[in-house]
């Protein structure tokens, strides 16, 4: 989308120098907006760890270009394939919870099994990072066609006034490549020309909400409010939140819905409203293993993201305490929505209901069934 | 309640300087446990406006105080009571939208009503003052009797286990004098011996819950946990709280309880999770006048409050921007949980349900129902 009025992804290959990706350096964000060179392996994996780029989709695309930059580096090299394969393992190492990581780090592994000549293997693995690049943003943009009609209906119904939507998180065009999941029928509302207007979760305690979705909506040119995590319910019983569109981390073959944490109580204070809610994400964050939604594993994170905090302060960029040290912290990843708090379920295939049946029906239709 | 093993209250006078009044300088809390001496109206003016005291009940005692400090300073004086008066008008005009502060001024005016000897003045507002933090003290204590037996009784289904309570904003000794209100009952099942264990909403955008409930909890020794305000859906889904206890800005006849925004999302959960939620107050807190809580005006802050934060950094305590200066912010103060959602008012004159007519009944039989 676009920065400035000019159009970004948050990846792209370098015009002119065949071994150099660019990406946007989000610990700067929103404060600073600074492009971040990436030439190895090496680089992409510091990128990863340092948190330089973030979001499930984006790191797993960051990730199939470290092999691409480790080909092209080690181009002619007799033993290419086995340094691939360590910086395959060192890569899928770098956030092994997440699962798009290893997904992509396989998926473009595949290009050199079996008879590929060594010559060829830096430009097939370049012209493979792109081409996942570019199924990314695609699987981006059909969920904002998919999920278009929602929001268009919704103002409509309103005679054009303007639809307010609340969302949670970052589920934007900075953590895929482009579009966003939860976002992307926002973005496409809002370039049709609907009057609309997004209420954004601060999103506590890593706060991606004020930092990244308040600063993509921003940029954009989509109004906003950001709004304190408590702020939700208040606006949905006054009358203030037409719609409530969320990412999701992983969902469940029932419907149930993993998002970060919090997401939960949004869902809770739009059922009590009769505000309908939907959950937008690609139809690959079904996890047809898991039955019962409680047993999703919930990671706890380290207490310096909730005591630590990045400012400005007279001196520039700066990270306070806010907290006491000793002060007894817990900090939960996510949360679960169970099905029957959502209304729709947004995906790259198509919306369907949070049943097990028509989401089965969907999988079967798009042959992603695994049995 | 006790800091290091020291009972304290929110505010006391000297024990040797008639002219003096302590109170703790809440600002600086919880980096740094500082006294702060006043000792004249405008003292108590600047440690209202500065924010020094906070907290409904504790702003209406200090401003009472307000009133004999000035009194004492005043002593001998012909004039003293047209000097009282217009220090009456400035201390309320502090902070026009607490209720309590109003009420103890004029409750503390009202002693040099009539025909009191000019040089009786002093003594009998210094008394005054002394007699409403007692009377205060003693709400909150008959608060906490009330509330008892409601924390006992889940210590005794669960065998004596651990009671873990899930707490929101700041409703403790800080914000009153001694016990506070939604915490007067942990304290009291504490020091009995019951274990317990107090989930801390952070409480954003002022971080109440972080600073002062997580402060006065640590330091009398009960043992809590912090928690951004996005986590408590997911505890009770996991069967981590047993009771939801938090506090009460205004209450309607119908039983609605405006509190610290972010309380109904707690309530949702609450309710979603078949756990009981409570909230506790002095039956002062009831607006006989108010039918339907949607009508309950609520009070939109300053965005500041969102993007700002102060913490401790390398140079000392700091203020810092958290996001930039041009993000759009909304900062709403409360929201209002409707009575369905409740299960029980505690109040210092009775434990009710949250309905009509019970809470006609408490009034009624207390005399404090206005017609």
Not at 228 to 241: I, K, R, S
């Amino acid at each position: 989308m676009n920065i400035a009025g000019r159009h970004y992804r948050s990846i792209w290959p370098d015009e002119e120098e065949r071994s150099l990706v660019w990406v946007i350096d989000q610990r700067k964000l929103p404060f600073s907006f600074e492009q971040m060179p990436l030439r190895s392996a090496d680089d992409v994996i510091f990128a990863i760890n340092s948190m330089a780029v973030r979001g499930a989709p984006l790191i797993g695309v960051t990730a199939a270009w470290g092999i691409a930059l480790s080909a092209i580096r080690n181009q002619g090299d007799r033993e290419i394939k086995e340094k691939l394969r360590a910086d395959a393992e060192r890569l899928k190492a770098t956030r092994p919870t997440a699962v798009n990581l290893a997904w992509a780090v396989d998926r473009i592994m595949g290009v050199i099994d079996g008879d590929v000549a060594v010559a060829d293997i830096a430009d097939l693995l370049r012209q493979a990072a792109i081409d996942i690049c570019d199924e990314e943003v695609e699987r981006c943009r059909h969920t904002g066609i998919v999920g278009l009609p929602l929001i268009e209906e919704i103002s409509r119904r309103k005679g054009g006034e303007k639809v307010n939507i609340l969302t949670h998180c970052n589920a934007g065009w900075l953590a895929t490549v482009d579009y966003g999941t939860a976002l992307a029928p926002v973005y496409m509302a809002h370039d049709k020309g609907i009057d609309l207007h997004v209420w954004v979760d601060e999103t506590r305690p890593r706060n991606q909400g004020a930092r990244l979705t308040a600063f993509e909506l921003g940029n954009h040119g989509v109004p906003y409010t950001l709004i304190p995590d408590n702020t939700g319910g208040h606006l949905m019983q006054h009358g203030m939140v037409d719609i409530v569109i969320v990412g999701c981390d992983r969902a469940t073959i029932n419907g149930d819905v993993a998002n970060k944490i919090g997401t939960y109580l949004k869902a809770l204070a739009a059922s009590d409203n009769n505000i309908p809610f939907y959950s937008a994400f690609p139809v690959s964050s079904f996890d047809t293993d898991i039955e019962n939604y409680l047993d999703i594993p919930v990671e706890e994170r380290d207490s310096s993201e909730v005591k630590m905090m990045e400012g400005v302060g007279a001196n520039g960029t700066t990270i306070v305490r806010i907290y006491p040290d000793d002060a007894s912290v817990a900090n939960f990843g996510f949360d679960v929505t169970p099905a029957r708090l959502i209304t729709g379920l947004i995906t790259d295939r198509g919306i369907c209901r949070p049943e097990r049946n028509a989401i089965e029906n969907l999988l079967f239709r798009n042959n992603i069934w695994k049995e």
